[in-house]
C-alpha cells in the first residue's frame, strides 16, 4: 500500500515560530511566547514540536541551536513579526469572523454551483436540435 502524501499547512503563526526556533527555543516556550499574541489561538507546544520537525526533516532548521533570546525579548519579537495578513488570518478561526467567513463561504460556493448549472442548461439547450416531440 502506497503512503498517502499530504499537502504542508502553512498556518499564520508558522513564521513566527520558526523565527523563535531558529533562536533555539523549546516548541514550548515558542508556544508561551504565540499566546501572548494569539490568546485564543489553539497553539501548544506539541503543535509548535511538529512543525519543527517538519522544518529539520526539510533541511529548513538545524537540531540543536544554542539558546540565543529570552522570553520576555522572543515576546517583543513576535509581537513586531506579526503583520495584518496573520492577525486577519487568526480573526477569521475564532469566534463571531469565523461564523462569517464560514457563511461567506457558504454564499459564495452557492453562487458558482448555481452560474455552473445556467452554464450547464444553457450549453444543453445550445447542443439540442430545438425539435419538439408532438
Not at 502506497?2 to 504542508?8: F, I, L, S, T, Y
Not at 501572548?36 to 507546544?45: D, F, L, R, S
Amino acid at each position: 500500500m502506497a503512503k498517502r502524501v499530504r499537502p504542508k499547512k502553512h498556518l499564520y503563526w508558522h513564521s513566527q515560530a520558526k523565527v523563535l526556533l531558529e533562536h533555539g527555543m523549546t516548541p514550548t516556550n515558542v508556544a508561551k511566547a504565540l499566546k501572548v499574541v494569539y490568546p485564543q489561538g489553539e497553539i501548544t507546544g506539541r503543535h509548535v514540536g511538529g512543525y519543527k520537525r517538519r522544518l529539520i526533516n526539510d533541511d529548513m532548521l538545524t537540531k540543536g541551536l544554542p539558546l540565543t533570546i529570552d522570553m520576555q525579548d522572543a515576546i517583543g519579537m513576535v509581537e513586531g513579526l506579526v503583520g495584518e495578513d496573520d492577525r486577519f488570518i487568526y480573526h477569521c478561526t475564532i469566534g463571531s469572523a469565523k461564523r462569517t467567513l464560514k457563511c461567506f463561504e457558504y454564499k459564495m460556493l452557492k453562487e458558482l454551483v448555481d452560474e455552473k448549472a445556467e452554464e450547464d442548461i444553457e450549453e444543453w439547450l445550445s447542443n439540442t436540435n430545438h425539435t419538439t416531440l408532438i
